[in-house]
């Protein structure tokens, strides 16, 4: 194996690891669509700053990036976001320099060889209702890809966080179909982009239709394996105004009667309550220890995502880059000194209590807030049940 693969495998392996560290969940939705053979050109949409980098890295590993000059400034830089560097224009206004004719020209030998592209065309990240206009340059290196006799695939990806602020949310990547350009008319191809992450990803007339719309595909998702990008989607249009009546229904009982809230909705265990009851006490405990015993990370993470960002899309970023390395820090000191000091067992113990809690932190929020309304407001458990059963009916017909 060349040191170029195990460098390879190692950074896919990082960004696994910060994934699991970040996220209570990936899924890849449409696998089946994914193209792993012949040169490839993927292109995709950006949404939460660097930290896309979790998701994408999952959903095709073997891609190379294009990536930003000012994120290999730093050698940590270069390694967690290894790929072919270009200055984009505001780059250069901040004296970031990068060599973008020789960057392309790697990109078309890497193509040449039949190797994997991976590029996003709006060039900086943005959480609002649309897509930032996307730049020419994926459809600039697939037309001279094609007019030095090479024909790659472009294939659409789009990332579609849950709650993307917020610290083990979930997140999807949906795969597009795939795009075989007949010619290499840049004008023509840069469409054929425009299209495909159009139809992968969610674009909205405004915020409110985009905040109702992450609602609603959370509701619809409740208690099942479905997709969340796929339900987003379906909401993409215009929302039926009974659904919107419905929905803005059930966020006035909210309202009005204080329940607590998961991702904008009020949860109520509805069937089985006591198995929600038991897996709340059961780990409870372990929330509690892993909160205890990883105190000094978890703060360093919230402060960070509370004072450094300057906006919505990189909040996840900031909480990254400060909870990372004191994340590091200290749990190689707390494990050192417990098996030292207190010996295997503990040392042993510490991690358990610390995946588990990691694992389990998603699920207990989201148990906290339906047993929460279920002991302050039991009164409101029939009423949130025809809410959600109607806003269910109403979807299924619309």
């Known amino acids: 194996m060349t040191s ?3 460098a390879g495998l190692l950074h896919h392996g990082v960004w696994r690891c910060i994934g699991y560290l970040a996220f209570s969940r990936i899924r890849v939705v449409g696998k089946e669509r994914l193209t792993l053979v012949g040169p490839v050109v993927f292109v995709a949409t950006h949404r939460n700053g660097a930290l896309d980098a979790a998701p994408y890295s999952l959903a095709v590993p073997l891609a190379m990036p294009m990536v930003s000059a000012q994120l290999q400034r730093l050698p940590l830089g270069r390694f967690l976001f290894r790929g072919i560097a270009v200055a984009r224009a505001k780059d250069k206004a901040r004296g970031i320099k990068a060599n973008n004719g020789k960057a392309l020209a790697e990109c078309i030998d890497l193509l040449k060889v039949g190797g994997q592209l991976f590029i996003m065309p709006e060039g900086t990240s943005s959480l609002g209702c649309r897509h930032l206009p ?3 340059g994926a459809a600039r290196i697939v037309a001279q890809a094609m007019a030095a006799g090479i024909r790659p695939i472009i294939q659409p990806l789009a990332v579609h966080y849950e709650d993307p602020t917020h610290w083990q949310s979930r997140v999807e990547v949906l795969i597009g179909a795939h795009i075989m350009p007949q010619n290499a008319d840049e004008i023509a191809i840069h469409q054929s982009i425009t299209d495909g992450l159009e139809a992968v990803g969610a674009n909205f007339v405004n915020s409110e239709a985009q905040q ?3 609602k609603l595909a959370y509701a619809s998702i409740l208690s099942t394996d479905l997709s969340y990008a796929e339900h987003l989607k379906k909401l993409e249009g215009q929302i039926a105004p009974g659904l ?3 929905l803005r229904a059930l966020e006035a009982v909210a309202k ?3 329940l607590f809230l998961h991702q904008g909705l009020p949860l109520m265990p509805l069937r089985l309550w006591q198995r929600d009851l ?3 006490l059961l780990l409870a405990p372990v929330i509690v220890c892993f909160s205890i015993l990883n105190f000094p990370v978890l703060a360093a993470g919230h402060i960070a995502s509370q004072l450094l960002p300057d906006e919505p899309n990189v909040i996840a970023f900031w909480r990254m880059v400060i909870g990372l390395p004191v994340g590091l820090f200290w749990v190689v000191t707390v494990c050192v000194g417990l098996f030292v000091c207190a ?3 503990w040392f042993v113990l510490y991690g358990a ?5 990691l694992l389990a932190w998603y699920r207990f929020r989201k148990l906290t807030v339906a047993l929460g309304n279920a002991v302050f407001h039991p009164e409101m458990r029939a009423v949130l049940v025809t809410a959600y059963r109607n806003l269910a009916e109403r979807k299924a017909h619309e």
């Not at 209590?353 to 809690?357: A, D, E, K, M, P």
């Open 278 to 280: 038991v897996n709340w």
């Open 134 to 136: 996307f730049n020419r």
């Open 256 to 258: 009005d009667k204080g």
């Open 244 to 246: 919107s009546e419905s």
């Open 353 to 357: 209590i610390s995946t588990v809690g």
């Open 4 to 6: 170029l693969n195990i």
């Open 343 to 345: 010996g295997p067992s």
């Open 212 to 214: 109702m719309a992450e």
